[in-house]
């Protein structure tokens, strides 16, 4: 487990400042990997062919990483998306955390219309998957080590007219 390289669908896409503001805000330690392992890929495949079907999404490739938050780290309030590039629709988060409890914290705190905010919490095996495009959210902060996986599923990119950037779409 080590800093994320900056390479994929990642770091690299992020404009300089945006990038200083991301390594900011993520205390946590990161593994990167396109997918993850071979059930993880089927499932996530799986969830992208629904997706597309039901929603008409489009979604075509995913990335992943593996995540450790350790005690009193959390994560500003944000979207999963970058600046000019809206070609990362589907978030997800599935919990590792076999030992968790209540008052352990590191709830995931997602936004919702009219600014209702929903907590998570971190059980094991817990999924969510929501539209990170649109969706603001936060992790609040943790007391003991919190693991888990997360997933971003893609559409493809749209080049505006200038041949720069993926503008638009929703």
Not at 33 to 58: I, K, P, Y
Not at 74 to 92: E, G, Q
Request: with cysteine; proline share 4%.
């Amino acid at each position: 487990v080590g800093e994320a390289p900056a390479q994929g669908h990642g770091v690299d896409r992020l404009h300089l400042q945006d990038a200083a503001e991301h390594r900011q805000q993520r205390p946590q330690r990161v593994a990167f990997g396109r997918g993850g392992e071979r059930g993880a890929r089927c499932h996530l495949d799986a969830l992208r062919v629904a997706c597309n079907r039901s929603l008409m999404t489009g979604l075509v490739e995913y990335e992943g990483h593996y995540a450790l938050y350790p005690p009193g780290a959390s994560y500003a309030r944000h979207r999963d998306c970058f600046r000019d590039d809206d070609t990362r629709v589907l978030s997800c988060v599935l919990y590792l955390n076999d030992d968790w409890r209540r008052d352990d914290g590191g709830a995931l705190r997602l936004y919702v219309e009219g600014g209702r905010a929903i907590d998570v919490w971190p059980e094991a095996g817990t999924l969510v998957a929501f539209l990170g495009v649109f969706a603001q959210f936060m992790y609040l902060k943790t007391a003991a080590p919190e693991s888990l996986h997360l997933d971003w599923l893609f559409r493809v990119a749209r080049i505006t007219e200038d041949g720069v950037g993926t503008q638009g779409g929703y």
